[in-house]
């Protein structure tokens, strides 16, 4: 058992590798009642064409990872909602791009609860009736969504940024492209991307790191899984420029909705530079768009946006882009107005002290995030697959440079490259 301490925060990761290629990481925390536990594979909904080695390469169809999620919690014997909570647990699961995440929070019984979080992932059940079933409930799922305001103009958005790249597939899918899945693709999916080296179990909260990791290795040990090549994911070939400048969609909303996004070229960057990349980034948007910015107040003033304007950063393999935005009662006026005031600071710099300020806010928020066991479980495995580890976010801030952020402002924001989705009613 490897021991990995964080000294300037005063934390101690305990890692073990199984001999499956299983990682297995635990963070216990003195005093905490919780205990939060996350089991992920790098697989999300952009993994739709890929081959492991000595075998034929193989395209899925969209929402393949998403699908899989769901039939994961059917059991032959029934809910495994039922059995978690049992034992006083509450499980779920995510999708995203490029993840799959099953979970779990208690304050009590912890190791029979990772005892049927590992164990009913590592057991699936697909039968021809079940996935039949299945394909009816997420088809209502995804019609769902298309009704949606808030994510019909944020897939929108993604929609016009990219145009051979799977990210801009929605994550569930579409009901054309569900309906092809079969029980044999989920299970070739399911072997191919469950394999336990393809995976992380993190363990968090008032636990003994030991106890985890002896339990693990006795239930791996028991289990059979026949060694696995290298997976290959394979990505076409994305415009450097976007797919189209706006899109435009008309659904029943009180207020437009509108939301600008800057395509970047695919990181170069791994490991910890591409975690310096994010940050400064995500530090620059903050100094720009957060509520306390020039920017944020004058728009307010001038009732161009409402509270729920906000901005992120996204980031990984084959793909980089930010998004600004929210509810406004004039799109168009807004997207001038930012371009206008982002123009003004270029010219400028990046104020000094909204530069610190943003700064000692982000190291805040890192350190407060680290009494949360649910955001350290998710956060450590997000980054982890991407190479990075998640207790370098607090050095890399300090670290951050006022010149850094100006020169990602400058490079940042490139209007040929910009995309804006909008959300309205019908004239």
């Given at each position: 058992?490897?021991t990995?301490?964080?000294?300037?925060?005063?934390?101690?990761?305990?890692?073990?590798?199984?001999?499956?290629?299983?990682?297995?990481?635990?963070?216990?925390?003195?005093?905490?009642?919780k205990?939060?536990?996350?089991?992920s594979?790098?697989?999300?909904?952009i993994?739709?064409?890929?081959?492991?080695?000595?075998?034929?390469?193989?395209?899925?169809?969209?929402?393949?990872?998403?699908?899989?999620?769901?039939?994961?919690?059917?059991?032959?014997?029934?809910?495994?909602f039922?059995?978690?909570?049992?034992?006083?647990?509450?499980?779920?699961?995510?999708?995203s791009?490029?993840?799959?995440?099953?979970?779990?929070?208690?304050?009590?019984?912890?190791?029979?609860?990772?005892?049927?979080?590992?164990?009913?992932?590592?057991?699936?059940?697909?039968?021809?009736?079940?996935?039949?079933?299945?394909?009816?409930i997420?088809?209502?799922?995804?019609?769902?969504?298309?009704?949606?305001a808030?994510?019909?103009?944020?897939y929108?958005?993604?929609?016009?940024?990219?145009?051979?790249?799977?990210?801009?597939?929605?994550?569930a899918g579409t009901?054309?492209s569900?309906?092809?899945?079969?029980?044999?693709t989920?299970?070739?999916?399911?072997?191919?991307f469950?394999h336990p080296?393809?995976?992380?179990?993190?363990?968090?909260?008032?636990v003994?790191?030991?106890?985890?990791?002896?339990?693990?290795?006795?239930?791996?040990?028991?289990?059979?899984?026949?060694?696995?090549?290298?997976?290959?994911r394979?990505?076409?070939?994305?415009?450097?420029?976007?797919?189209?400048?706006?899109?435009?969609?008309?659904?029943?909303?009180?207020?437009?909705?509108?939301?600008?996004?800057?395509?970047?070229?695919?990181?170069?960057?791994?490991?910890?530079?591409?975690?310096?990349?994010?940050?400064?980034t995500?530090?620059?948007?903050?100094?720009?768009?957060?509520?306390?910015?020039?920017?944020?107040?004058?728009l307010?003033?001038?009732?161009?946006?409402t509270?729920?304007?906000?901005?992120?950063?996204?980031?990984?393999?084959?793909?980089?882009?930010?998004i600004?935005?929210?509810d406004?009662?004039?799109?168009?006026?807004?997207?001038?107005?930012?371009?206008?005031?982002?123009?003004?600071?270029?010219?400028t710099?990046?104020?000094?002290?909204?530069?610190?300020?943003?700064?000692?806010?982000?190291?805040?928020?890192?350190?407060?995030?680290?009494?949360?066991?649910?955001?350290?479980?998710?956060?450590?495995?997000?980054?982890?697959?991407?190479?990075?580890?998640?207790f370098?976010?607090?050095?890399?801030?300090?670290?951050?440079?006022?010149?850094?952020?100006?020169?990602?402002?400058?490079?940042h924001?490139?209007?040929?490259?910009?995309?804006?989705?909008?959300?309205?009613?019908?004239?």
């Amino acid at each position: 058992m490897q021991t990995i301490p964080y000294a300037q925060l005063g934390e101690t990761i305990y890692h073990e590798v199984l001999d499956n290629g299983l990682h297995v990481f635990v963070l216990p925390k003195e005093g905490f009642q919780k205990t939060y536990a996350t089991f992920s594979t790098k697989y999300g909904s952009i993994d739709n064409h890929f081959q492991v080695a000595g075998k034929p390469e193989v395209q899925v169809p969209d929402g393949i990872a998403h699908f899989l999620e769901h039939k994961m919690f059917e059991e032959p014997e029934g809910d495994i909602f039922a059995t978690f909570a049992t034992n006083g647990a509450s499980a779920n699961a995510f999708t995203s791009f490029d993840r799959t995440v099953y979970l779990f929070s208690s304050t009590d019984r912890y190791l029979e609860n990772l005892t049927t979080l590992i164990n009913f992932v590592q057991n699936p059940y697909f039968t021809d009736e079940n996935v039949e079933k299945e394909k009816g409930i997420i088809g209502q799922e995804i019609k769902m969504y298309e009704d949606n305001a808030d994510w019909r103009s944020y897939y929108g958005l993604i929609e016009a940024l990219y145009a051979k790249h799977p990210i801009h597939i929605d994550i569930a899918g579409t009901v054309a492209s569900i309906s092809e899945i079969t029980k044999e693709t989920l299970y070739e999916c399911y072997h191919t991307f469950y394999h336990p080296s393809n995976m992380s179990l993190f363990v968090v909260g008032g636990v003994n790191a030991e106890e985890v990791i002896n339990l693990v290795k006795q239930n791996q040990a028991a289990k059979t899984f026949p060694p696995q090549g290298a997976i290959q994911r394979f990505f076409p070939e994305e415009p450097a420029q976007v797919r189209e400048a706006q899109r435009l969609m008309h659904l029943p909303v009180s207020m437009p909705k509108c939301l600008m996004g800057f395509k970047e070229q695919p990181p170069a960057e791994t490991g910890k530079p591409l975690l310096v990349r994010e940050l400064t980034t995500k530090l620059m948007l903050d100094i720009l768009f957060s509520s306390s910015s020039d920017i944020y107040q004058s728009l307010y003033d001038d009732q161009l946006i409402t509270d729920n304007f906000g901005h992120e950063y996204n980031c990984s393999e084959g793909y980089a882009f930010s998004i600004v935005g929210g509810d406004t009662k004039d799109p168009e006026g807004l997207t001038a107005r930012i371009r206008e005031e982002v123009e003004q600071r270029k010219a400028t710099g990046v104020d000094p002290i909204a530069f610190e300020r943003s700064r000692k806010k982000k190291i805040g928020n890192f350190l407060r995030m680290m009494n949360s066991p649910e955001s350290i479980a998710n956060e450590y495995t997000k980054y982890r697959f991407r190479g990075i580890d998640l207790f370098d976010i607090l050095p890399v801030y300090e670290q951050i440079t006022l010149e850094d952020v100006n020169a990602r402002f400058r490079d940042h924001f490139d209007w040929s490259k910009l995309a804006v989705s909008i959300v309205r009613s019908r004239e």
